[in-house]
């Protein structure tokens, strides 16, 4: 009788872990699915890559696994499996070949894939220490970002294809029930039709209520009394402080009128300006392939053309898978 009661127990737990499971996928406003991440490597990584791998996996909390620990025999089917029962919706993957670091984006469990080159990136770290104020608060990473796509238009699949899989690797939000308090970062992407890169960028949002003062936003938002031992009148610290923010934007467009309360300074039916500051990482993409499954199935789009591009593909796949063997031929030496 024990032994039927521990399993009858230990069945009904995993039932209800099953059904915990199963909640955070689907958006309790919108009723869509809410597109969870994993963003990992492929082979042996130089450590400014692996540092990237972590940037990203930070830029797409909170859906995605965070502290994800890769083992040296995982392989692609391994995550797939794991995938399903999680919610996991996209991959993002990098690599290093000899030519270039590489970053592929791709819908699971079925694809399709996209494969973009690295031709330059900044950490996260390297963004904060070239700025003389960081900003970067607790609660910035507990909602996910807004995506913004600049220049892909309407044109061209493979640039459908672009905007399709970015705006569905994000939450979608509701304009007329979203609280404004969690709008709090937003992710970039610019591409340039004239040198054919995209140019990504990740920042943070913060609001400024226009006409106030920086010493007074202060003193509201830090709830400490100032000194006023050198001053005649509380009004002197009104006036020295001056009326206008030494940060205000010029621009009419930065400023929007709140329709809700957002903190103590921002107050519903009245301007505030639009402040936006990176946090980094920073990448410049190219788009070099789409193929239509996950990691592998028919080339949609190839950069190189054509005619001659097998070749070139080959190779790279070649380097690659070089590079991931060498790699676990490595770390299998070590143990």
């Not at 400023?255 to 301007?271: C, F, I, P, Q, Y």
């Not at 505030?272 to 070099?288: C, D, F, N, Y």
Request: include cysteine; hydrophobic fraction near 35%; proline fraction near 6%.
């Amino acid at each position: 009788m024990a032994r039927f009661k521990n399993k009858k127990k230990g069945f009904f737990k995993s039932v209800v872990k099953k059904k915990q499971q199963q909640q955070p996928n689907v958006d309790h406003i919108t009723g869509d699915k809410i597109p969870k991440s994993f963003v990992f490597s492929r082979g042996k990584l130089p450590p400014p890559l692996k540092q990237l791998e972590m940037d990203l996996r930070k830029l797409m909390l909170p859906y995605t696994a965070l502290k994800l620990k890769e083992k040296k025999r995982n392989n692609l089917k391994d995550f797939l499996n794991v995938a399903g029962p999680m919610g996991v919706t996209h991959f993002l993957i990098l690599s290093k070949t000899e030519a270039a670091p590489y970053l592929r984006v791709a819908r699971t469990p079925q694809g399709p894939t996209l494969t973009f080159k690295i031709h330059e990136y900044s950490l996260a770290v390297d963004v904060a220490q070239s700025q003389l104020r960081p900003r970067c608060p607790q609660d910035l990473f507990k909602n996910p970002p807004l995506i913004v796509l600049s220049g892909f238009g309407n044109g061209d699949q493979h640039l459908k294809l672009t905007t399709i899989m970015f705006q569905n690797i994000f939450p979608a939000i509701d304009i007329n029930t979203v609280n404004l308090s969690t709008c709090q970062r937003i992710v970039l992407l610019h591409y340039n039709k004239d040198t054919k890169l995209i140019d990504f960028r990740h920042y943070s949002i913060r609001l400024q209520p226009v006409g106030v003062s920086r010493r007074l936003r202060k003193f509201v938002q830090n709830h400490q009394v100032p000194d006023l031992r050198s001053l005649q009148d509380v009004s002197d610290f009104v006036t020295r402080a001056g009326y206008g923010s030494e940060s205000e934007a010029d621009d009419e467009a930065a400023m929007v009128t709140l329709t809700s309360d957002l903190g103590r300074v921002n107050r519903a039916s009245t301007k505030s300006a639009v402040k936006l500051q990176e946090i980094g990482p920073r990448m410049t993409l190219q788009l070099v392939k789409v193929e239509e499954g996950l990691c592998s199935g028919t080339v949609i789009f190839n950069e190189y053309g054509p005619v001659g591009d097998q070749k070139k593909d080959d190779k790279e796949a070649k380097n690659q898978d070089d590079n991931e063997e060498s790699a676990e031929d490595v770390e299998d030496e070590e143990d």
